[in-house]
């Protein structure tokens, strides 16, 4: 979300690719019934782009922007959206620290696996809030990383968790924080719509593969391993052993693995009117 907030996956490929494959359907579900053509959306931490272009989709003709830290995200996600033929979405670089945009501007802020990921969750909070209109709606999901589970047992994937929430605090970040979004917008000053949860779960073969194929190579090969590294808590034959056990997760039929998260919808609310 800034240089302070080194973050954790990094860009690369196999970051990039199982990102490209989130919906609003997929990762936003608790936010479609607010949904409402004409809205003008802002989103946050917007990646590749798929969650926003599906956000542009359904409130159509309002318009909807994307930010985020990494120029080249900013790029890819334009591209998506040109090659779709989706007109009512742009791209930009930012971050959810100094939104570039006038208090009041949006109908609704969304970010999406951002939270955890920044030191200063409360003043991006904050932020959100600040350019959002009086009555709009800031919507939040983030990941709870040590509630995930799988089967089979697997001490490399024990080793991977473990390691995961070790890397993921020294880049400052919560892994954790999807349990605490609502007392983080409550904090903030914001009227709670709704708090609640949901999960990802990988289990069909082509799920099992995606998702374990893009961790074998994460292990091994994308900033995570640079952080876990750093952080002293792993080395590189355990980074490995993480890698060939996600292929072996992956290519057994009972494979099963589920990844819990948080979800706060709030309100911002219009300011009292001055009294006479």
């Known amino acids: 979300m800034s240089a302070h907030d080194p973050y954790v996956h990094g860009h690369h490929e196999s970051v990039v690719r199982s990102h490209a494959r989130r919906t609003v359907e997929d990762s936003a579900a608790y936010l479609i019934p607010h949904l409402s053509r004409g809205m003008r959306v802002l989103d946050v931490g917007s990646g590749p782009g798929t969650i926003t272009v599906d956000l542009a989709r359904r409130v159509h003709p309002g318009l909807v922007r994307g930010i985020d830290v990494e120029p080249t995200m900013a790029e890819r996600a334009t591209g998506l959206a040109e090659s779709q033929g989706i007109e009512n979405v742009e791209f930009d670089t930012g971050s959810g620290y100094e939104i570039d945009s006038p208090d009041d501007t949006f109908d609704l802020v969304h970010a999406h696996q951002v939270l955890q990921h920044v030191s200063d969750p409360s003043r991006v909070m904050a932020e959100m809030l600040r350019v959002v209109k009086p009555g709009g709606l800031v919507a939040v999901r983030d990941a709870i990383y040590s509630g995930t589970v799988w089967y089979p047992d697997s001490e490399g ?120």
């Open 157 to 276: 994937l024990d080793s991977w968790r473990s390691t995961y929430l070790s890397a993921a605090r020294y880049a400052h970040g919560d892994p954790d924080i999807g349990r605490r979004l609502r007392a983080i917008a409550l904090h903030a000053g914001a009227t709670i719509v709704a708090s609640s949860a949901s999960v990802w779960c990988y289990s069909a073969e082509d799920e099992r593969e995606s998702w374990g194929s893009a961790w074998a190579e994460r292990a091994t090969d994308s900033h995570f391993a640079v952080m876990a590294v750093e952080s002293g808590a792993a080395q590189a034959d355990d980074l490995h052993s993480m890698s060939r056990a996600w292929r072996k997760w992956a290519r057994d039929e009972s494979g099963w693995f589920a990844i819990p998260h948080g979800e706060v919808i709030a309100r911002k609310e219009a300011a009292p009117a001055p009294t006479a």
